[in-house]
């Protein structure tokens, strides 16, 4: 993928783009006619279909990539919530994976659609085994864990909040057991005033931890991402951690 990639370009293709409506019709809610014309208008959404990605948050993943270096050739990677594949798919090529070089795991309660050279299973990390059959399917230590996981939403914010966040503790857990020193972990976290509950966590076996929102973060959301590089493999001095 070209360092062009993320840019996005607004959608625009040579000329001034045009907002599409979705008219008044009697099978949508509100909700459903608000969510389709956002899609219909989403710059990444269009990029997505254009350039063979599953889904517009490829682009979350190709934007903190090429900003932080992340992923290279030859790496093992273990991609949660991978469903429908879109960071999956960007970690395949740059793992090189199809040349035989590298790995990608990756798990999700929903089917995934094969990729090729990744390994993909239908998994509930909350499983208490799920942890153990990701590790033999991963075969050694992991370069990177990555965590696109989000629980089913409620409506109550707290609620919702206090889900994500404890999903994104489980797999700092997973992290902790399965990176190899100098790994890297990357994972969804919303808003909502314990996300620097877990920036402290990492602090302790990473050299450096931030919080990221990648541009293709839709601007009204609270959803943003905490990355941790230099795992420490559980040991070492702690270093001062940089915050963006």
Known sequence: MSGSATGGGGGREGGRSIKVHVKKAS??????????????????????KREGYRSRAAYKLIEMDERYNLLKPGQK?????????????????KVGVEQGRGRVVG??????DPIAGVE??????????????????????????MSDMAANTTGHKKTDHLKIMGLAELAIEFAREVLAPGGFFVSKVFQGGTEGDLLAMLKKDFAVVRHVKPKASRAGSAELYVLATGFRGGAGTQEE????
């Open 120 to 145: 993909l299973a239908v998994m509930d990390f909350n499983d208490r085994d799920a942890p153990e059959r990701l590790k033999a399917m991963l075969g050694g230590l992991a370069d990177g864990v």
């Open 241 to 244: 951690a940089e915050a963006d």
């Open 77 to 93: 990677i273990v991609d949660l919530g991978a469903a429908p594949g879109g960071w999956a798919q960007h970690a395949a090529k």
């Open 27 to 48: 099978k949508f809610t509100l909700s459903s006619k608000l969510w389709l014309e956002r899609q219909l208008n989403d710059p990444y959404v269009a990029q997505a």
């Open 107 to 112: 798990i999700d309660l929903l089917h995934i």
